[in-house]
């Protein structure tokens, strides 16, 4: 997710608790589809991932090596919010490792700063390339090339409690599939009483609020930024439906009153105690609460007022420029993408496949919370810009005040005009 929002640290201990599952693959290396010769380097290989996504990384570098022992990975882990600058720093440095697995909401400064390989040829031999998570390989691309590919990924979804809708008068074989039905819903679940509340979400933290608040946007038919990134649309009337609806949650106080001042610390904990009826929240959270005793809950798209959609979240993953074995780290990402590995490896570990025809996989079968998440992939969105983390994860930045002077000041108007104030200043234009 983040620095695709900091949930994603989160999301380390969702794979703890399935880590013991981790499986190796079979012994072949051989990739599902030859790519073009034209990339050099055939020898050991390096991988930087963050620190956030090392679980899943171990498990595939791991497989890797067991059946590739003259071709090894070497991988080391990048703290999050040093991953960035520490790459830039590698590939102008000419110290670059051959592989780089980094955050998907990142990747457009990337390939903006021209430090990523171009993968086209390789990626167009693919016979599973209309399968990848679509918006993970459009934001790795420029005018029709491709940089990078979907690697480890997230999806944004409405959680909610199926014991609170049941005891609400609710179907809980029927979640909210618009923004009137979701504020209809937590009325009924608020009216319960007893501190039970029918929302809930992190009011003070950026980057939840952009995994989270954004698809309610997208699916209202709109969206916070122009199609190339490059200013602000705050006034759509999507936007409006979406923070309409958060503003009238909190008027009617159907969300705690701790939600005003959540910067991320107690996301998570709310919907656990089992007083709190929906949150949005990444697909990480179905093995968090997985775990929790007597938490009965139903995973389902965020909806909007035209439609659902899903912030895609996670990683994508690229060949360094001037990578010195960029030939190994093809052949690695495309083995990585293979359907025995999604099958074998990346589905055990409790995370998503990045290919919608392994979607459907014994671990999502045996988990269907997972696989309403993995079917998300094929319709999830990211917001293109290489301002990301300027605009939408500084705890300073516009989005956040955007969102809090509409929904706790309750002055639109002055959220509008400030907000668009602030995303043109960082967007220098």
Not at 86 to 111: C, E, F, H, M, W
Not at 185 to 201: M, N, V
Request: aromatic fraction near 8%; include cysteine; charge should be neutral.
């Amino acid at each position: 997710m983040y620095a695709t929002p900091r949930h994603r640290r989160l999301a380390v201990m969702a794979a703890a608790l399935v880590a013991a599952s981790l499986t190796a693959c079979g012994n072949t290396s051989t990739p599902e589809a030859s790519a073009p010769a034209q990339l050099t380097g055939s020898g050991p290989a390096t991988l930087w991932v963050r620190a956030a996504d090392e679980p899943m990384d171990k498990a595939l570098v791991a497989a890797w090596n067991d059946a590739n022992p003259t071709r090894k990975i070497t991988m080391l882990t990048v703290p999050d919010a040093q991953y960035v600058q520490k790459y830039v720093q590698a590939v102008r440095s000419g110290d670059a490792p051959d592989l780089a697995a980094v955050d998907i909401a990142n990747v457009k400064s990337l390939t903006t700063q021209h430090l990523l390989t171009d993968i086209t040829a390789q990626v167009d031999a693919l016979p599973y390339k209309a399968a990848l998570a679509p918006a993970g390989v459009d934001i790795s691309s420029v005018d029709g090339h491709v940089y990078a590919l979907p690697h480890q990924l997230d999806v944004s979804l409405l959680y909610y409690n199926k014991t609170l809708f049941t005891k609400a008068g609710l179907d809980p074989a029927r979640p909210p599939a618009t923004l009137d039905e979701l504020v209809a819903a937590a009325r009924k679940i608020t009216a319960l009483g007893d501190g039970t509340y029918g929302f809930s979400f992190a009011g003070n933290c950026a980057g939840c609020n952009a995994y989270t608040l954004l698809p309610y946007i997208w699916a209202s038919g709109g969206d916070i930024m122009n199609a190339d990134g490059t200013k602000a649309t705050l006034d759509d009337p999507a936007v409006a439906a979406a923070l309409n609806a958060h503003k009238t949650m909190w008027d009617e106080k159907l969300m705690p009153a701790a939600v005003k001042d959540d910067n991320g610390a107690t996301w998570l904990s709310g919907f656990q105690s089992g007083k709190i009826g929906m949150i949005a929240l990444g697909s990480f959270a179905v093995s968090i609460y997985k775990a929790q005793a007597g938490l009965d809950f139903g995973v389902t798209p965020i909806p909007g007022t035209k439609g659902t959609s899903s912030f895609l979240g996670g990683d994508v993953i690229g060949i360094s420029k001037g990578a010195k074995n960029a030939q190994t780290a093809w052949d690695f990402i495309a083995w990585s993408m293979s359907e025995d590995v999604q099958k074998t490896v990346v589905a055990k570990t409790g995370q998503l496949t990045v290919r919608t025809d392994t979607a459907d996989n014994p671990a999502t079968q045996a988990e269907p919370r997972l696989l309403t998440a993995n079917q998300l992939i094929a319709q999830a969105k990211v917001p293109v810009t290489a301002k990301y983390n300027s605009l939408f994860i500084d705890p300073t930045g516009p989005y956040l005040q955007f969102i809090r002077d509409w929904v706790f000041v309750g002055d639109p108007a002055k959220a509008v005009a400030d907000g668009q104030s602030g995303f043109a200043s960082r967007l220098g234009s």
